[in-house]
């Protein structure tokens, strides 16, 4: 079992920037992608972006070149940063973190952190 404690959203005006974090412990030597998916009000979950264990990283087409994802290894932790510029009213959501396993076959979340971006 691995658990994922995000932290990091918040409100902002358009055009700042907000860092999301996410901190796995636990089992995290079964994970291998790391990302972020968000969720409107009354819109469907999406997926953001993600890195894998190797460091490769993709975004969905809103995403690219205003949000980064990066990853850092600790002894017992993994941890998953989104920082987030540019930022746009549409924009806001809820953000959720994710762990999936090598296997493919669980994902493992994180609780949720708000991030609303005012006009």
């Known amino acids: 079992q691995a658990q994922l404690v995000e932290s990091g959203g918040g409100l902002v005006q358009a055009g700042g920037s907000l860092r999301l974090s996410c901190a796995a412990s636990g089992s995290t030597f079964s994970i291998n992608d790391m990302g972020w998916y968000r969720q409107a009000p009354g819109k469907e979950r999406e997926l953001v972006a993600f890195i894998t264990r190797g460091g490769s990283t993709r975004y969905a087409d809103s995403m690219k070149g205003r949000f980064t994802i990066s990853r850092e290894h600790a002894k017992n932790t993994v941890t998953v940063y989104l920082q987030m510029n540019s930022l746009k009213p549409e924009d806001t959501a809820v953000y959720y973190c994710?762990?999936?396993?090598?296997?493919?076959?669980?994902?493992?979340w994180g609780q949720g952190t708000q991030v609303t971006v005012s006009s």
């Open positions: 994710y762990a999936e396993t090598w296997s493919r076959d669980h994902k493992y």
